[in-house]
């Protein structure tokens, strides 16, 4: 089968250019408004789709753990849960994005964090979900998105290769379309730590499945390289100012960062072009300017025998190669050559006129 995946009518191969999802999550700050921003300033920098997070909170967190406080600079709450809660969507905010998304062509979809924000997400008809690294070990909320029927991108941050090996095949138990991102958990992740490399890894070991990049790293450059290893589906969290309010947005991409990362990556895809070693027409001014051609050293006589110190390499190119002249050295002239004439095929006798 070949390594494939289409999310709403847009294929992903490795033939294609990158699939470059903004991660907004919550950097939208609770504001639906903010958020259309954020759709549109995706757009405007060249990104394929937006990704928002689901989560339905109180079932998703202990009661406890709900209820701590949660007092600081980039709380919107004074616990966690009423901090979570702030930053959180309904449906009438989703359905509307939806239809931001639709006007302005540019997918949409989210991150299910539990399973009834999957069922919320399957209801409004998401192209896409994705799973993040903390459920790599969440078997049943894998195979229950698996069963929507929709491609389904896995974050593999903070986990060994036998975890992610159980959750593609969770997933690919119920789904055909299930894509894999390397992942470092670090916010932000330490260049260090990337280990993009592991995209290498899941290439071989998966080779039903589109390999991507979810990238925590300040930075454009390494999507690049993600790409060039055979990532096709590259996620940056995204922003329209790093320095609001929250924790993602210090690592984020502004929309100029997203701009020159997608053009970097289109650029990339042309640039590896063909693995045959060519010779294009662009080339040749360059190689005639800087390349060589074999001249006469000096003044040279009709019917003079060619030694190594009649024969000069100059530039500019265009004559007889200088890898050719241990053919000429003992052939006789068919015409006097100047000093720096080119030596020509013609000017040679053939073998059997030379006594």
């Keep these: 089968m070949a390594r494939t995946l289409t999310i709403a009518g847009i294929p992903i191969s490795d033939a294609t250019d990158a699939f470059v999802i903004a991660e907004i999550g919550h950097n939208h700050q609770g504001s639906v408004e903010k958020c259309v921003e954020l759709f549109q300033a995706a757009k405007l920098a060249g990104a394929t789709a937006v990704k928002l997070q689901k989560r339905d909170n109180k079932s998703l967190y202990t009661e406890e753990f709900y209820n701590k406080p949660y007092d600081n600079e980039n709380s919107f709450g004074p616990t966690y849960g009423a901090h979570r809660e702030a930053l959180e969507f309904g449906r009438k905010e989703y359905e509307y994005l939806k239809q931001v998304a639709r006007d302005l062509g540019i997918c949409f979809f989210a991150t299910a964090f539990d399973i009834p924000s999957a069922d919320f997400l399957a209801d409004l008809d998401m192209p896409a979900y994705k799973l993040a ?151 040749f001014p360059a190689l005639t300017k800087m390349g060589k051609k074999l001249v006469a050293a000096r003044d040279l006589p009709i019917g003079h025998r060619l030694r190594p110190e009649d024969i000069a390499i100059k530039s500019p190119g265009g004559g007889l190669h200088p890898y050719e002249i241990d053919r000429l050295i003992g052939q006789r002239l068919t015409r006097p050559l100047k000093r720096d004439q080119a030596f020509e095929a013609c000017d040679l006798m053939p073998l059997r006129e030379v006594a």
């Design 133 to 283: 690294s903390g459920d790599i070990r969440n078997t049943p909320l894998i195979r229950h998105v698996a069963r929507i029927g929709k491609p389904v991108i896995i974050s593999t941050g903070a986990a060994t290769l036998d975890d992610v090996r159980r959750a593609y095949d969770t997933a690919r138990d119920f789904n055909d379309q299930v894509a894999l991102l390397q992942c470092t958990a670090g916010y932000p992740a330490k260049f260090e730590e990337l280990d993009l490399n592991v995209i290498t890894t899941y290439r071989r070991v998966f080779p039903e499945a589109v390999i991507g990049l979810s990238a925590h790293d300040n930075g454009i450059a390494m999507a690049v390289a993600a790409y060039v290893l055979g990532g096709r589906i590259i996620e940056k969290h995204f922003t329209l100012n790093r320095a609001m309010k929250g924790t993602d947005h210090a690592f984020s991409l502004e929309p100029l960062g997203m701009q020159k990362m997608v053009r970097d990556l289109r650029r990339t895809r042309v640039a590896l072009g063909s693995s045959e070693k060519r010779i294009f027409d662009s080339e």
